[in-house]
Each structure stands twice: as structure tokens, then as C-alpha cells.
């Protein structure tokens, strides 16, 4: 498997869009704040679409943004399992 330097910005971001998305997606009678949560989520896809990192060499690699969901979804997974 590839690996890309992606920058630590960038990570966060996905990071904090599959954090984001769980916590919307939770089962619940009423979610609250679903509004805020949706608003959050476009924030982070608009940081995450447009983040200089896709216009470099490196980021023109269609693989680049599959890598970066998946390291993103275990070091997420990896957090929220050791807080």
C-alpha cells in the first residue's frame, strides 16, 4: 500500500468528519443538534475537498483520498477506543 505525506491539518479534518458523522448518525430517538452537526459536516468536507494538499504531485493520485479516509477512520477508531 502507497503511503502519502499527507499534512497534519488535513488528518485532523477527516479525523474530525468521521467523528462528526458518527455522532449524527447515532441511533437515537432525537438526535440533538442535528443542525449544528450537519453544518459541521460541510465545513470539514469543504476544509477537506479543498485543502492545497490535492494540488500537489502526491495529491493528484486518486488513491490519495481513499489512503486518507482510512487512516483517518483507525486513528480515529484508535482514540475513541483509548479514551
Not at 489512503?67 to 475513541?80: D, F, K, N, S
Amino acid at each position: 500500500m502507497e503511503s502519502f505525506p499527507f499534512p497534519d491539518d488535513l488528518l485532523r479534518a477527516q479525523q474530525a468528519w468521521h467523528a462528526t458523522y458518527r455522532e449524527l448518525a447515532a441511533p437515537r430517538p432525537r438526535p440533538r443538534h442535528t443542525t449544528v452537526l450537519r453544518r459541521r459536516l460541510l465545513v470539514l468536507s469543504v476544509r477537506i475537498q479543498w485543502h492545497p494538499f490535492w494540488s500537489t504531485p502526491s495529491g493528484r493520485v486518486p488513491a490519495a483520498r481513499v489512503e486518507l479516509r482510512r487512516m483517518a477512520c483507525r486513528q480515529g477508531h484508535g482514540e475513541a477506543r483509548s479514551a
